[in-house]
């Protein structure tokens, strides 16, 4: 949004003076622009027009004074731009600390006019890949859960608010525009940005942490695809029905009329591109199975899927966010030419994977229904079981990979969908056992319950490591860790390698 009247100067209330570019474009609330080692926020006068100056009358910069005190002296969280002096009236804004190699995650999303293989040229190793937007939204969640966990809610996540690592080799990020958060129990907020804003906060609610959650979202998506989790074929026909152009589809200026298409997307009738037997199936960017875990695809569901458009309490937390985020590194495999990839073949080259394999952490279960733990024998015929040995879970991960934690073990996070007869209050994806394997051997070395109603006792039989989980002492799980390849995942067969 390119604007008219700008200053030519502005300053603080220490008198330092910070030139103001010309061609700095607005975003939702008002202007953003660094300077040197510090960046300054103006925002917008109440009831602002593109050709308006940004001054601010007296009541208002008064007004934006006590919120400014306010903000500082709220906790200290570390890679938020929290603001540092105010600007001298008639501005209402800040100036904060900025990190010099940062732009915003704005600038590594795919133009909209790019629609079918445009994905190719954004995933290019050298400009952004696939391993630093999965650690850069791996950070992001990082951070939010740490301002959540703080009882604060940070109201406006968009791509314009998010500043990057502009190396792809590094993933830093920092969170600007920090005059939105609130704390959550006082808050009474009604932020939002078109095409980033929860269908509760579109209808007119107040914001939540639920809310930053769907932003969260939304935002991943289109990262991770270079497309939108409702731009499918429904909203194809709906958009040619309405002549909406692709301008008119990306546009976040306020001043843009909705088209029936953005009605329906933001105010969540729109189905996601992935729910089941949905019409509004995905027509472009990068297929969900080539940028997303299995567990990653879940989160999405849950959050973007019917039931967390319409209840927002069902939605993930960024803490199971984080990590399917984080495990989803372990998973990452490169080709000859450095591209990052899941599976066996990369999307940009098609180069399928001839050297090292892919590699897979399985999780077996029986089910003892006994009043005491059970005992197995070597020969399973003569064992009396309640349920044959089924999988239930398993983990992708490309070996060398691992090294990235502790040299002698790697971490094997295993959910409550594992034990979901035994704990129903628990959230499926969260955790609920670890298990510790060595890095080399895959043994067994220590199992830790995250609820009491849970004991791990960890047994050695015929040279496979058992972990036997008892609950309140009425039945036992128990948990067999194999590694398989993935040829023998894909023909059926299974084995220790």
Avoid at 1 to 16: A, F, I, R, S, W
Avoid at 105 to 124: Q, V
Avoid at 404 to 421: Q, T
């Amino acid at each position: 949004m390119k604007l008219q009247n700008l200053p030519l100067c502005v300053k603080d209330t220490d008198g330092q003076d910070y030139p103001v570019p010309q061609d700095v474009r607005g975003g939702g609330q008002g202007i953003f622009f660094p300077s040197g080692k510090l960046a300054v926020k103006i925002l917008f006068p109440k009831q602002y027009t593109l050709d308006q100056k940004l001054e601010a009358g007296e009541a208002e910069y008064q007004k934006f004074q006590r919120k400014l005190i306010h903000l500082m002296a709220m906790p200290y969280l570390e890679h938020v731009s929290m603001p540092i002096v105010a600007l001298k009236a008639p501005y209402c804004g800040y100036v904060m600390r900025f990190m010099d190699g940062l732009k915003p995650l704005s600038d590594f999303m795919k133009p909209a006019s790019e629609k079918e293989g445009g994905y190719a040229k954004t995933y290019a190793a050298e400009s952004c890949d696939l391993k630093k937007r999965i650690l850069v939204l791996r950070n992001l969640a990082d951070l939010l859960r740490k301002i959540h966990t703080s009882g604060l809610v940070y109201c406006d996540l968009t791509p314009g608010n998010v500043f990057v690592s502009e190396k792809n080799s590094e993933a830093e990020v920092w969170l600007i525009d920090v005059d939105n958060i609130e704390y959550g129990n006082v808050l009474q907020s009604h932020w939002q940005t078109p095409w980033y804003r929860a269908p509760e906060v579109y209808g007119g609610q107040r914001n939540s942490v639920y809310s930053d959650c769907y932003s969260f979202a939304l935002i991943a998506f289109e990262f991770l695809t270079s497309s939108r989790p409702f731009d499918g074929k429904m909203a194809e026909v709906l958009e040619n029905e309405s002549g909406w152009d692709d301008e008119t589809e990306w546009s976040t200026s306020p001043q843009t009329e909705e088209s029936t298409a953005q009605k329906k997307i933001e105010s969540g009738e729109m189905p996601y591109v992935d729910e089941s037997c949905t019409k509004n199936m995905q027509l472009f960017g990068l297929p969900l199975q080539c940028a997303m875990t299995p567990a990653m695809q879940e989160l999405f569901l849950l959050t973007l899927g019917k039931e967390g458009r319409q209840n927002p309490a069902s939605r993930p937390s960024m803490n199971e966010w984080f990590h399917v985020f984080d495990m989803a590194i372990d998973q990452l495999r490169c080709c000859s030419k450095g591209h990052a990839h899941l599976g066996n073949a990369c999307f940009l080259c098609k180069e399928k994977q001839t050297g090292e394999k892919e590699r897979v952490l399985t999780v077996y279960r029986r089910i003892f229904y006994a009043v005491s733990p059970p005992v197995r024998s070597e020969n399973e015929e003569v064992d009396q079981l309640k349920e044959d040995k089924r999988k239930i879970y398993e983990v992708r991960f490309a070996k060398k990979t691992q090294q990235r934690g502790k040299k002698d073990e790697y971490e094997l996070a295993v959910p409550w969908k594992c034990f979901a007869d035994a704990q129903a209050e628990h959230r499926p994806d969260a955790c609920a056992v670890t298990l510790k394997l060595g890095m080399n051997d895959e043994k067994i070395k220590a199992a830790h319950c995250y609820d009491a109603k849970l004991k791990a006792a960890i047994k050695n039989i015929s040279d496979k490591d058992t972990v036997f989980i008892a609950f309140k002492d009425r039945f036992y799980y128990e948990l067999v860790v194999e590694e398989v390849t993935t040829e023998d995942v894909a023909s059926g067969n299974k084995g220790t390698v």
